[in-house]
């Protein structure tokens, strides 16, 4: 019994001496999370590396986490370990309050009339990227996307300047960056010696560099352009301080940071879902030929592909690129007869949040029609899909991201007929962000004619 009568969360039996449940979260954290949740209900606990963390599982307690205040359930405290590549100062290492103006400074950026501009920048990407693919050929999928998620943040958030220094061997640079992440930076970001936190930290300086020389030749200009860097520059404090250079770039790091590697693997998670069921794909093929009408694509007409976005929905359900949210408990949580203890951690996990059957009827079928209007399986509860977090830490950036993916595929399956040529695509939970184990690789064959309704001028020719 803890104080207050209320008893611990109860604790899931098993694990090993000081690992805990570790390595069985690492394995399979959906089958882990689960069997806590058939035996003790939609609040328990789980030990790793000595820590205790209380898992907060269903719609109902997904909301007692994401409504705590920060000074109950701490996300700076667990992102202490992205201090060395956002910056000091910036975001999690800064005051709650200071990181709330940061993150104000952002939404300028990723608002509807900015969303509008970014349409023809993504598709111009898009565009350039597959244009060297050829007649046919197969590649990596994950790593296709990884670099052309690569191109479309950089050109969108930081700007033509930035994008046309950034070469495709520069794209590692934001791998190297997340290859920083891992036991080791959760416990002391700073070690020395730690060969991935030196390249991590190489990165760092590098784009760092390369975004600075984007500012200074934006500080020269004489015209403002209406895009984020710029916002960034006339952005104030309350207190009426401009942001300092060393802020712009670490804000511009986080963004991509945050934005990048999540959308490449939820672009692959769609594609590998949807050439799996060739029926959905289908209608995906049939709805790109019903509302794209030429070679522009509109953000209105992106918003119409309901078909596409549905799938895209769904594999935000079966495959959330992040599979665990945590926090740092600062206060006890006091859930009815339950408290989940300061100085441990809670937990959430969209994956297997995201499989319970009573929230997502047979959960593990793929069927993203449970999202079309009538059935709305997401809408019954608050905080059931979460792929994109909720409360106060929702994600900003989920609009961009969904507006990007559904580009990417818009472009890619109008020009190439795909198909997979590896088979069973299990997600590798070993990693950060939750991509397809590899080896995923793709076929693809140009399309004789782009796939569109009425051909207008230029479109519709064999390639
Ligand atoms: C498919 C792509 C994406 C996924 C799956 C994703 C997922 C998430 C999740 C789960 C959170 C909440 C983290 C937590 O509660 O601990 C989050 C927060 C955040 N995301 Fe995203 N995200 C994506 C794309 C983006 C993009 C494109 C941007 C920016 C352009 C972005 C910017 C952010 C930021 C700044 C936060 C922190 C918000 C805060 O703490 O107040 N994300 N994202």
């Given at each position: 019994?803890?104080?207050?009568?209320?008893?611990?969360?109860?604790?899931?039996?098993?694990?090993?001496?000081?690992?805990?449940?570790?390595?069985?979260?690492?394995?399979?954290?959906?089958?882990?999370?689960?069997?806590?949740?058939?035996?003790?209900?939609?609040?328990?606990?789980?030990?790793?590396?000595?820590?205790?963390?209380?898992?907060?599982?269903?719609?109902?307690?997904?909301?007692?986490?994401?409504?705590?205040?920060?000074?109950?359930?701490?996300?700076?405290?667990?992102?202490?370990?992205?201090?060395?590549?956002?910056?000091?100062?910036?975001?999690?290492?800064?005051?709650?309050?200071?990181?709330?103006?940061?993150?104000?400074?952002?939404?300028?950026?990723?608002?509807?009339?900015?969303?509008?501009?970014?349409?023809?920048?993504?598709?111009?990407?898009?565009?350039?990227?597959?244009?060297?693919?050829?007649?046919?050929?197969?590649?990596?999928?994950?790593?296709?996307?990884?670099?052309?998620?690569?191109?479309?943040?950089?050109?969108?958030?930081?700007?033509?300047?930035?994008?046309?220094?950034?070469?495709?061997?520069?794209?590692?640079?934001?791998?190297?960056?997340?290859g920083g992440i891992n036991l080791l930076g959760f416990i002391n970001p700073w070690l020395p010696l730690v060969p991935a936190f030196r390249r991590r930290d190489r990165a760092r300086a590098r784009l760092g560099a390369m975004i600075g020389e984007?500012?200074?030749?934006?500080?020269?200009?004489?015209?403002?352009?209406?895009?984020?860097?710029?916002?960034?520059?006339?952005?104030?404090?309350?207190?009426?301080?401009?942001?300092?250079?060393?802020?712009?770039?670490?804000?511009?790091?986080?963004?991509?940071?945050?934005?990048?590697?999540?959308?490449?693997?939820?672009?692959?998670?769609?594609?590998?879902?949807?050439?799996?069921?060739?029926?959905?794909?289908?209608?995906?093929?049939?709805?790109?030929?019903?509302?794209?009408?030429?070679?522009?694509?509109?953000?209105?007409?992106?918003?119409?592909?309901?078909?596409?976005?549905?799938?895209?929905?769904?594999?935000?359900?079966?495959?959330?690129?992040?599979?665990?949210?945590?926090?740092?408990?600062?206060?006890?949580?006091?859930?009815?007869?339950?408290?989940?203890?300061?100085?441990?951690?809670?937990?959430?996990?969209?994956?297997?949040?995201?499989?319970?059957?009573?929230?997502?009827?047979?959960?593990?079928?793929?069927?993203?029609?449970?999202?079309?209007?009538?059935?709305?399986?997401?809408?019954?509860?608050?905080?059931?899909?979460?792929?994109?977090?909720?409360?106060?830490?929702?994600?900003?950036?989920?609009?961009?991201?969904?507006?990007?993916?559904?580009?990417?595929?818009?472009?890619?399956?109008?020009?190439?007929?795909?198909?997979?040529?590896?088979?069973?695509?299990?997600?590798?939970?070993?990693?950060?962000?939750?991509?397809?184990?590899?080896?995923?690789?793709?076929?693809?064959?140009?399309?004789?004619?782009?796939?569109?309704?009425?051909?207008?001028?230029g479109v519709g020719q064999p390639a």
């Amino acid at each position: 019994m803890s104080a207050g009568g209320r008893a611990l969360a109860p604790m899931l039996p098993g694990g090993l001496p000081w690992l805990g449940h570790a390595l069985r979260l690492r394995e399979d954290p959906v089958a882990l999370l689960r069997e806590g949740a058939a035996r003790f209900g939609d609040v328990f606990s789980i030990r790793l590396a000595g820590t205790r963390v209380t898992v907060f599982l269903g719609p109902r307690a997904q909301s007692v986490f994401f409504q705590a205040p920060e000074t109950r359930l701490s996300a700076r405290e667990v992102y202490r370990f992205t201090t060395p590549i956002f910056g000091r100062g910036v975001v999690y290492d800064t005051t709650p309050a200071a990181m709330d103006e940061q993150m104000g400074f952002l939404y300028p950026a990723l608002r509807d009339e900015r969303l509008r501009a970014y349409t023809r920048a993504m598709q111009e990407e898009v565009e350039a990227f597959v244009s060297g693919w050829g007649d046919e050929g197969e590649l990596d999928l994950a790593a296709a996307m990884n670099e052309l998620t690569v191109f479309v943040a950089s050109r969108c958030l930081v700007g033509e300047e930035f994008r046309r220094a950034l070469t495709p061997d520069l794209a590692h640079l934001f791998h190297d960056l997340e290859g920083g992440i891992n036991l080791l930076g959760f416990i002391n970001p700073w070690l020395p010696l730690v060969p991935a936190f030196r390249r991590r930290d190489r990165a760092r300086a590098r784009l760092g560099a390369m975004i600075g020389e984007a500012l200074a030749a934006r500080r020269a200009r004489a015209h403002a352009s209406v895009d984020f860097l710029d916002a960034l520059l006339e952005a104030r404090y309350a207190d009426g301080r401009a942001l300092t250079d060393h802020e712009i770039v670490g804000l511009l790091v986080a963004t991509i940071f945050a934005g990048q590697h999540t959308s490449a693997v939820m672009a692959t998670w769609t594609a590998v879902l949807m050439l799996e069921h060739p029926d959905y794909l289908a209608r995906v093929l049939d709805e790109q030929c019903r509302v794209l009408d030429g070679e522009a694509i509109t953000l209105e007409q992106l918003r119409r592909l309901a078909v596409l976005e549905r799938a895209i929905k769904e594999a935000e359900r079966m495959h959330p690129p992040l599979v665990m949210l945590m926090r740092r408990i600062l206060e006890d949580v006091h859930d009815r007869d339950l408290v989940a203890p300061a100085g441990g951690l809670a937990m959430v996990s969209p994956a297997a949040a995201h499989r319970l059957p009573e929230v997502f009827a047979e959960p593990d079928r793929y069927d993203p029609d449970r999202f079309a209007p009538g059935r709305e399986e997401d809408r019954r509860a608050r905080n059931a899909l979460i792929g994109f977090g909720g409360g106060h830490h929702r994600c900003i950036g989920s609009a961009f991201a969904q507006q990007q993916i559904k580009m990417i595929w818009s472009v890619i399956l109008r020009r190439f007929e795909l198909t997979l040529a590896t088979a069973s695509h299990r997600p590798d939970y070993a990693t950060f962000v939750v991509g397809p184990r590899p080896p995923c690789r793709l076929r693809y064959r140009r399309r004789r004619r782009v796939a569109v309704a009425v051909p207008a001028a230029g479109v519709g020719q064999p390639a």
